[in-house]
């Protein structure tokens, strides 16, 4: 699979709607860890996508309606597809991706398959969005309350060869700021820090520029590059 520029947006289409194959969508999974346009427009298919979801109440399938889509199925025998082919064929993946969209907007047993497929990771407690001083989106960060937490960088910092960007959150007065990790480079990644509280509604959180390894103190001491309070995803 290649994560060109032109890709990223159609894979992450194809990733959020479920139509990768298992490789696949490994394969996304591990690139952007390390690949912030991928994670960026990931989690931009995924708020675009949503209403889709949200917006339809669950329906029971009824027999009538398998036996219906059945009906309407091309009378071909089902031919195992390779990834190589999902991966490097766009008029294939394009095709797949209009079928989708279509049958999103007309079908109450795809929206299920949606909603299915939007729901399989294991959801954040808490999400904030960072701003920087002028009140411009710099940052998202996903909490998901075991010591884990995605940070998705969404502009391009100037990350001299001295200094490091480290992820703070403040879970109470009482314990001061705490470091979620480091960063590498300008890159948006997953930190794995250590034992924190459950976070909660209007946590703060915030990225600022240390040296490099981290600030040497265990607060913050550089400038901050953005920050924000946690809201509960509804």
């Not at 411009?136 to 502009?155: C, H, I, K, P, Y």
């Not at 470091?179 to 480079?185: A, I, N």
Request: cysteine-free; proline content about 8%.
């Amino acid at each position: 699979m290649i994560f060109s520029k032109t890709e990223i947006p159609a894979i992450a289409d194809d990733y959020v709607l479920g139509l990768l194959d298992p490789s696949d969508t490994t394969a996304v999974e591990v690139e952007m860890e390390r690949n912030g346009a991928l994670a960026a427009a990931i989690a931009s298919a995924r708020e675009r996508f949503l209403p889709l979801d949200t917006a339809i109440e669950p329906a029971v399938v009824t027999p009538d309606l398998w036996e219906k889509i059945t009906a309407n199925l091309p009378a071909t025998p089902a031919m195992p597809v390779s990834a190589p082919q999902l991966a490097n064929n766009d008029t294939g993946r394009s095709g797949w991706r209009a079928v989708a969209l279509t049958g999103m907007a007309a079908s109450l047993l795809l929206a299920a398959g949606l909603a299915y497929s939007l729901m399989r990771t294991v959801e954040p407690l808490v999400i904030a969005v960072l701003l920087n001083e002028v009140g411009e989106v710099q940052a998202v960060v996903e909490d998901f309350g075991n010591d884990t937490a995605s940070v998705r960088l969404l502009n391009d910092f100037a990350v001299p060869a001295d200094k490091t960007i480290q992820v703070w959150t403040l879970p109470s007065r009482d314990m001061g700021p705490m470091s979620l990790g480091l960063l590498d480079g300008s890159h948006s990644a997953v930190l794995y820090a250590q034992t924190l509280p459950q976070p909660k509604d209007a946590q703060l959180y915030e990225i600022t520029l240390e040296q490099a390894g981290g600030s040497p103190t265990g607060r913050p001491t550089g400038p901050i590059l953005a920050k924000g309070f946690a809201k509960l995803p509804r």
